[in-house]
């Protein structure tokens, strides 16, 4: 009788040596591969490939999850002509593939031919493949997608073994596109702040420093840095021109969100109908020009702050989407349904007076407590005599640098600037120092050429007296040539009649009569002491 040939322990423990040598091989090629090729596709299907010329398996397909986590669809394959790679995608709990991703657990298939559970999706395969096996992929807890394989019937794996080894190719695989994945995310995060802050760089010129020594305004800054480290909704307030937009940058700056985006948006600069997509985005196909998906600026800003700017111009329907973000911090983009969360910090600026808006009907009462958390009033530059000056020299200086001038003011065409109320505020005295700088000729800015750079309806009414209409070609001279009809007597003389008139209109009620003349009650009564004036 012919003697068996039965391996002892020690030729099986050499055996499985052996195989596992050849596994750990295997999986250091499949990773060595994820890790240094730039095209993931093809990194994974020609680890699918090493897989099968190994004899693990028949084919192998890959799905991930889809964006609204209903279904799987396929990512990577290999054996899949071009009409099954169509057709290939599982709803959760539709086939094994579907129950894997339903469950979380491997399904394994023993035999396809007689099992309800196997569809067949795909089509037929070489009499060879007999099972089917279907392995989760498990990334953060959370489900990434499937991989599966056909297995043949001449595989060197038992079913164990073969759901080991798809669950870490399966890790792998995940891990990689997972990362991949966020770094396409934050380059194009990356990429989309790029593009704003180049526009805000290229666009108009705004100064970047308040400037302000006056009591008022040191309120107002004292407040800011109580405020700004929090999250709170912040609203400014105050006249056009008054500097709102600058308040809004300090307090980011001064927040704990200073290196993260700082996004703006005019609400009055943009119609009606493009406002909602500026705001919130818009899906690929959301309207006629939508050509691709576009995100708003509460997702540009998402993790630091966001602007708008004439808040009380929005819409009602607006209103009401505005007023749940601000409550659960989330919204869907135009044209779209999936649900986005946002973590932003809101200033809002307006010029209006959304206490009446609100009584009228105009404006939301709950949106308009949602905003004023922080209300912060910028007093007009009327209000702030004292900063009037300062502000004065810092653009004379900026656009005499600009335009390449020196220049001075004379006592007199200083007093004029100084006392002038300024309705459009630093905008408005911005303007007139530029076009002061522009128009008028080295030296000294004398009363003449205030001509040329305060309103019409000012020179007439305060100026006249003073001066006659000259022409430009004799500014030259002017700035030379001594007027005798402008003199700090007859200006003062002129005030001070003024006031004296206006305080016996109002019965010597200082708050009237400053009003009457364009002034504040602190300028009129520094006025009073400065001219004797008995009341």
């Given amino acids: 009788m012919e003697k068996l040939n039965i391996p002892n322990k020690e030729e099986c423990k050499i055996c499985a040596l052996t195989f596992a040598y050849n596994e750990i091989k295997l999986l250091y090629e499949i990773a060595l591969m994820l890790s240094t090729s730039t095209n993931i596709l093809d990194s994974i299907e020609k680890s699918m490939r090493l897989l099968k010329r190994n004899s693990y398996l028949d084919r192998c397909t890959l799905f991930t999850l889809t964006e609204d986590a209903n279904s799987v669809e396929l990512f990577a394959s290999i054996d899949l002509s071009s009409q099954q790679k169509k057709i290939a995608n599982y709803k959760l709990g539709e086939g094994a593939t579907g129950l894997a991703a339903q469950s979380c657990e491997p399904v394994v298939i023993e035999n396809i031919h007689n099992n309800i559970n196997y569809l067949n999706k795909m089509g037929s395969l070489s009499t060879t493949s ?83 020594i006056s009591t008022k305004m040191k309120q107002i800054f004292s407040m800011l840095e109580t405020v700004s480290p929090s999250d709170a909704t912040i609203l400014v307030r105050g006249e056009t021109g008054t500097g709102k937009e600058l308040i809004a940058t300090a307090v980011h700056n001064l927040s704990k969100r200073k290196n993260e985006a700082y996004i703006k948006l005019n609400c009055a600069a943009i119609s009606e109908t493009l406002l909602e ?26 993790g630091g702050t966001l602007f708008l700017d004439e808040i009380g111009d929005i819409t ?107 309705p459009g505020n630093i905008r408005e005295l911005q303007n007139t120092m530029e076009r002061l700088v522009l128009i008028c000729p080295n030296g000294v800015v004398v009363p003449e050429m205030l001509n040329h750079v305060l309103p019409f309806n000012y020179q007439k009414i305060y100026m006249q007296p003073i001066i006659e209409p000259i022409k430009f070609q004799d500014i030259e001279k002017v700035s030379h040539t001594p007027a005798p009809m402008v003199t700090t007597m007859s200006l003062n003389e002129m005030e001070k009649s003024s006031i004296i008139q206006a305080l016996i209109d109002n019965r010597g009620i200082q708050t009237k009569a400053a009003t009457q003349l364009g002034m504040t009650a602190r300028q009129i009564g520094y006025k009073i002491k400065k001219y004797g004036i008995d009341i």
């Fill in 316 to 422: 009602s329907a607006l209103q009401v989407k505005l007023l749940r973000i601000l409550q659960e911090q989330e919204f869907e983009r135009v044209g779209g349904t999936k649900t986005i969360k946002t973590n932003v910090r809101l200033v809002a600026a307006t010029n209006r007076n959304l206490e009446e808006m609100v009584k009228n009907g105009e404006f939301r009462e709950d949106l308009f407590y949602r905003l004023n958390v922080i209300p912060i009033y910028l007093p007009p530059l009327r209000e702030r005599y004292e900063d009037v000056k300062l502000l004065m020299e810092h653009y004379l200086q900026k656009f005499m640098k600009l335009h390449k001038k020196q220049m001075s003011f004379s006592k007199e065409a200083q007093e004029i600037l100084l006392n002038y109320p300024w």
């Fill in 130 to 212: 007999i099972s089917y096996i279907a392995v989760p992929i498990i990334q953060d807890e959370s489900l990434f997608g499937v991989i599966s394989a056909n297995i043949a019937n001449d595989s060197v794996l038992t079913f164990d073994d073969i759901v080991r080894m798809l669950t870490i190719v399966g890790s792998l695989c995940g891990g990689t596109l997972t990362t991949q994945k966020r770094f396409a995310k934050e380059k194009e995060v990356l990429s989309e702040l790029k593009t704003y802050y180049k526009e805000e760089v290229l666009s108009e010129y705004r100064f970047e420093n308040i400037i302000g």
């Fill in 277 to 302: 997509s500026e705001l919130f985005g818009h899906e690929k196909g959301a309207f006629t020009d939508a050509k691709e998906m576009r995100k708003g600026r509460f997702e540009l800003a998402n």
